[in-house]
Nanobody, 124 residues
Framework: QVQLAESGGRLVQAGGSLRLSCVAS????????MGWFRQAPGKERDFVAT????????QYGDSVKGRFAISRDNGKNTAYLQMNSLKPDDTAVYYC?????????????????WGQGTQVTVSS
C-alpha cells in the first residue's frame, strides 16, 4: 500500500510561483506513473499533469500548459509540480496520485493511490 503526502501549498500572489512535492512511502514510485489533479470548491477534480514511470513523457491540462511542469525523482521517491505565472483561477486543493502502469491518465478514476491534498490559494 503506497501512501502519498503532498506539501508546498500556500497563499501566493498572482504571477508568483510554487513548487509542490509528493513524497511516497510504503512503496516505490518507480512502479507508478504519477499525476497531479486539482479541485476547487464546488467543482470536479480536474487533471493538471501526468508523468510516465521514468519521467520521459509528460502531459498537461490545457489551462496549465506552458506554466506548470511535472517532474519526478525516483531516487527520492518524490514527484513535483512546479507552478509558475500563477493565476487566481489556479486556486484549489492539489492532489498527487499514482497509477500502476507505465503512462498516466487524465481520468482520476483510473488512479490507484491518492494523497490528502495541499491547498494552493492565489490572490489577485
Amino acid at each position: 500500500q503506497v501512501q502519498l503526502a503532498e506539501s508546498g501549498g500556500r497563499l501566493v500572489q498572482a504571477g508568483g510561483s510554487l513548487r509542490l512535492s509528493c513524497v511516497a512511502s510504503g512503496g516505490t514510485i518507480s512502479s507508478y506513473a504519477m499525476g497531479w489533479f486539482r479541485q476547487a470548491p464546488g467543482k470536479e477534480r480536474d487533471f493538471v499533469a501526468t508523468i510516465t514511470r521514468t519521467g520521459g513523457n509528460t502531459q498537461y491540462g490545457d489551462s496549465v500548459k506552458g506554466r506548470f511542469a511535472i517532474s519526478r525523482d525516483n531516487g527520492k521517491n518524490t514527484a513535483y509540480l512546479q507552478m509558475n505565472s500563477l493565476k487566481p483561477d489556479d486556486t484549489a486543493v492539489y492532489y498527487c496520485a499514482a497509477i500502476a502502469r507505465w503512462a498516466g491518465s487524465r481520468y482520476p478514476s483510473e488512479y490507484n493511490y491518492w494523497g490528502q491534498g495541499t491547498q494552493v490559494t492565489v490572490s489577485s
